[in-house]
């Protein structure tokens, strides 16, 4: 009964249809030329390093691992400041701007260096076997972490201060405790409002952990550096390490995505 | 079953409750009429504890309101209020909306508040939009279920904070009617409210504040025929003028 609706879906699709030819087509004939102009001066062998794949592979786990301690880490951290920073108690107060301040502050390849180099070591008691303080991979992703609470922090505190305060006083209004309100009210609306700065902010972590090369950290981009060392192939090198990591950020992406369309289907108005 | 003292209520400087004293008797209807800025809304949030005081003392059944030492969360159970806009959770359906404070605050069994949820729903004669979302709903259907929220706490006082200002002029019939029953059914209530109407008629005493205090307090008859103070004299002309 409704050929015109189902006329303008049909239009929809066949138009994102389009779309996406067309921006393949665009881009890959870029791509194509690019490559041409490179080729004569350089000499592609991707034959060579096919085999490298697995050592890529290693790197790939190590990289999930550190930002996916690194993401659990600073969401965790990232809230608990978050609420600090909106407590009634303004020491409270005081002690997460203090943190949100000086981490955000810091650059995060110094941070590194500071947290491997500088802290775990002067952890070590005197004369003392260097073992468990070595483990780069707990102080990459802590450095990882930390940081990044500083900035997932500012993300929970906008999303909590955007949801009006009438939803606390009405929630309070029935007898919830202040946690009560936050855990089954607050929170909720404001996870759907940060879905998109988060995902954002995620993405930068994975990004981000490409820093902890600095610590010898063999993760995707120590990796795809050290085999460059070892054969002359960086072009062909890098362009793997990139195409790693698309397959970790586009994935994120697409769920952050679906997400925000699942929380759209039953609220119209943020 | 309400009670207040020389209370006074200060917002830095702004003197807004100038010692107020007043009490709710169980099943009475008391109407708070004022100009804006008179401080009802203030003095009604300060009956279940949004509001602290600085000086005086509020109980409502017993519970000492404006004292540290009274967990207000408990005693907010007896206390429903219903604000001007509305307030719904706009994340949960209007069934999850109802049922959530009985079931986290009063620990409900599930089936049990999902009944009284739905008993509620078929009695504001919404039971149809059990699994919909508030901004799904008109104005005056998203207020009914705000009173259906805060009933569901079954609460020995509904305080109610202009409930109807924020609706189109043909909503407000059906949460008045509402509010009416309720009052047929003897809850305690406090109504701050601009309709005059609703006043006359429900009410069993209406009580004028102007300025941080209650200037006249008395029967409806009484309170529109025959105002004692000027000021009151001066709202009931224009009221009735307009």
């Known amino acids: 009964m409704t050929p015109k609706a189902v006329r303008g879906y049909d239009y929809r699709a066949v138009k994102l249809v389009m779309r996406a030819v067309l921006v393949t087509a665009f881009g890959g004939f870029i791509a194509v030329k690019l490559y041409d102009v490179l080729a004569q001066h350089y000499t592609f062998r991707w034959g060579l390093v096919w085999h490298q794949l697995p050592a890529f592979n290693e790197g790939l786990i190590i990289t999930l691992e550190a930002s996916g301690i690194g993401m659990l880490l600073g969401v965790v951290l990232g809230l608990i400041v978050a609420l600090m920073r909106l407590s009634p108690f303004a020491l409270f107060r005081d002690m997460g701007t203090l943190y949100v301040q000086t981490l955000r502050n810091i650059p995060s390849l110094i941070f590194i260096i500071f947290m491997y180099f500088g802290i775990s070591r002067a952890l070590l008691p005197r004369g003392a076997n260097v073992g468990f303080m070595d483990n780069r991979l707990f102080w990459g992703s802590l450095a990882l972490g930390l940081f990044e609470a500083s900035f997932i922090s500012e993300i929970f505190r906008a999303g909590i201060q955007s949801i009006s305060k009438t939803q606390m006083e009405a929630s309070r209004s029935m007898g919830m405790s202040y946690w009560q309100a936050m855990r089954y009210v607050i929170l909720p609306q404001a996870f759907r409002i940060i879905t998109p700065p988060m995902t954002g902010e995620l993405i930068a972590l994975v990004k981000e952990s490409a820093l902890l090369l600095v610590i010898s950290l063999p993760e995707l981009t120590w990796t795809a550096k050290d085999l460059g060392h070892q054969r002359p192939l960086q072009f062909e090198f890098y362009t793997i390490l990139a195409a790693y990591y698309l397959a970790i950020t586009v994935p994120i992406s697409i769920i952050s995505h679906l997400l925000e369309h699942r929380f759209n289907v039953h609220r119209r108005r943020a | ?242």
């Open chain 2, 1 to 242: 079953m309400i009670t207040i003292q020389d209370v006074h209520k200060w917002f830095g400087k702004l003197h807004v409750l100038k010692g107020i004293d007043l009490k709710v008797t169980e099943g009475e209807v008391l109407v708070l009429i004022g100009a804006s800025g008179s401080g009802k809304s203030t003095l009604l949030r300060c009956i279940n504890g949004l509001e602290r005081v600085q000086q005086g003392q509020v109980s409502v059944a017993g519970i000492d309101i404006q004292t540290s030492k009274t967990n207000l969360n408990r005693a907010r159970q007896q206390i429903g209020i219903v604000f001007q806009q509305f307030n719904l959770f706009l994340h949960m359906t209007v069934l999850k909306n109802i049922m959530i404070s009985p079931l986290k605050v009063k620990k409900v069994a599930q089936q049990e508040a999902k009944e009284t949820a739905l008993k509620l729903l078929q009695r504001i004669g919404i039971p149809e939009k059990a699994n919909v979302y508030p901004d799904q709903l008109s104005g005056g259907q998203q207020q009914r279920v705000a009173i259906a929220r805060a009933l569901a706490m079954q609460p020995q006082v509904m305080l109610f904070d202009e409930p109807t200002s924020a609706l189109d002029p043909e909503m407000i019939k059906e949460v008045l009617d509402l509010m009416r029953e309720l009052a047929e059914e003897n809850m305690t209530m406090v109504v701050v409210t601009h309709e005059m109407g609703f006043a006359r008629e429900v009410a069993d005493r209406i009580a004028f504040m102007d300025d941080g205090v209650i200037v006249e307090l008395g029967k409806p008859q009484q309170f529109f025929e025959n105002p004692q103070h000027k000021r009151t004299q001066q709202f009931i002309q224009r009221v009735l003028q307009a």
